[in-house]
């Protein structure tokens, strides 16, 4: 039981076990962890700013709202699919398939569409359906069987190509003209609702910090100071006034049609990032992932059903996947035989990892998906914008990978040198 309170602990509600009284002492509990080897997501947004700033001096477009929407569109599908990862990850497992799930989902859909005629609804939700179907059966060959995922997931990522060579016809491609499907990755929330939308964000997370923060010191639990949670809450809502403003001013460089707004692929991703942190760090599923990745024995001794678990992670990260795949279709405006093929998973597995997520198993959250995301997202763009040459955006996103799984090795390390994991 022991082992499972520390891998809730590594899940998120550290606060839960432990207090610091002020400010200071939150501060220097915070460097306390970080020296110990727990950086959590320290390193990549560190390496974030780092790029931001290069890119910056490099080119004086890169930071221009035009760029910095083109940067949000661009990551949005990484940043989906490495968040459909972060959970098979956090049970020490891995799904070499889900690229190609989302691209074969992403097929169904476009074949309902034009070819069946089907309303945009029915496509979508049939594509979710054929990621969750992939899933589980994944999961039940991984849970019951005891195949290993990579195995499994290889003989899936191979197989799975053959269907949309089925669907399409070999070297084909179908056109997604659907307006809702396309404006995923095309259109913009107007200036009004992206305000609205920055503002109510904003305020429903000060509404559930302070909430929670004042069940616990009414219930007399561990709690963080106030000050840490107003801080919280104040430089989270800073950044959504700052990118909405930037992202409302007009960014077309032809003045006859202005565009403003923002992108239509953000608030999705701060809906599915919104509801994977709450599942992950707020109920009792979530609280079973993670402990089925710290030690899965430990886990099955204190009562959780490991295999159900397993399932369902499978079937989450196809069905995510799906939606990835259809952010995707989106963009380029079609689906292929190649939809999700490539590196498209590489990227994503990349972005789950440079954002912190541990492929030991057991540490990680939904946010490392969206902070790795960006690292990729925007070394890509950023390197576009310089013209570099396309064996250095591979070399230098290696590289960052490579760095990042080192930092995680390292800080593991640490931490069972000082005994904290």
């Avoid at 949309?164 to 070999?170: N, S, V």
């Amino acid at each position: 039981m022991t082992d499972i309170i520390t891998d809730a602990e590594e899940a998120g509600f550290a606060s839960d076990l432990t207090q610091s009284n002020t400010f200071g002492e939150s501060v220097r509990a915070y460097i306390s962890r970080v020296r110990g080897g727990d950086m959590g997501a320290l390193p990549s947004i560190a390496g974030l700013v780092v790029l931001f700033i290069v890119f910056n001096f490099a080119n004086d477009r890169f930071l221009s709202n035009l760029n910095l929407a083109n940067l949000i569109t661009q990551a949005g599908s990484i940043i989906i699919l490495a968040m459909a990862l972060v959970p098979v990850l956090l049970l020490g497992e891995i799904d070499l398939s889900a690229g190609v799930a989302g691209g074969t989902s992403a097929c169904v859909m476009g074949v309902l569409l034009v070819k069946h005629d089907q309303p945009w609804y029915i496509a979508v939700l049939a594509a979710v359906a054929v990621g969750a179907a992939i899933g589980l059966a994944i999961g039940l060959l991984v849970a019951k069987l005891g195949i290993p995922s990579f195995v499994v997931t290889l003989a899936f990522f191979l197989g799975l190509q053959g269907i949309p060579l089925w669907l399409i016809g070999e070297g084909g491609s179908v056109r997604v003209n659907d307006s809702v499907i396309s404006g995923i990755a095309n259109n913009n929330l107007s200036v009004l609702w992206g305000w609205i939308c920055a503002i109510a964000i904003t305020a429903l997370f000060a509404a559930f910090k302070l909430l929670a923060h004042r069940r616990k010191v009414a219930a007399k639990l561990q709690h963080q100071p106030l000050a840490v949670v107003v801080t919280q809450i104040l430089t989270l809502g800073a950044v959504l006034l700052a990118v909405t403003y930037i992202l409302n001013e007009n960014r077309s460089v032809n003045p006859s049609f202005p565009i403003k707004g923002i992108p239509y692929v953000l608030p999705l991703v701060v809906v599915l990032l919104a509801m994977w942190t709450f599942l992950l760090t707020r109920t009792t599923w979530g609280r079973h992932v993670y402990a089925v990745g710290g030690n899965a024995e430990a886990a099955r001794r204190a009562g959780i059903n490991v295999a159900r678990i397993r399932v369902a992670v499978f079937m989450a990260c196809s069905s995510m996947a799906a939606i990835s795949g259809i952010v995707v279709a989106s963009y380029g405006g079609k689906v292929s035989t190649s939809s999700g093929g490539g590196n498209t998973l590489l990227y994503a597995v990349g972005a789950a990892v440079i954002g912190g997520t541990s492929l030991f198993g057991g540490r990680g959250k939904a946010r490392d998906a969206v902070i790795g995301g960006l690292v990729i997202a925007t070394i890509a763009n950023g390197l576009g914008l310089l013209a570099q040459a396309s064996y250095i955006n591979f070399l230098v996103t290696g590289g960052v990978l490579l760095l990042a799984a080192s930092v995680d090795a390292i800080s593991r390390r640490r931490r069972s040198a000082t005994g904290l994991g």
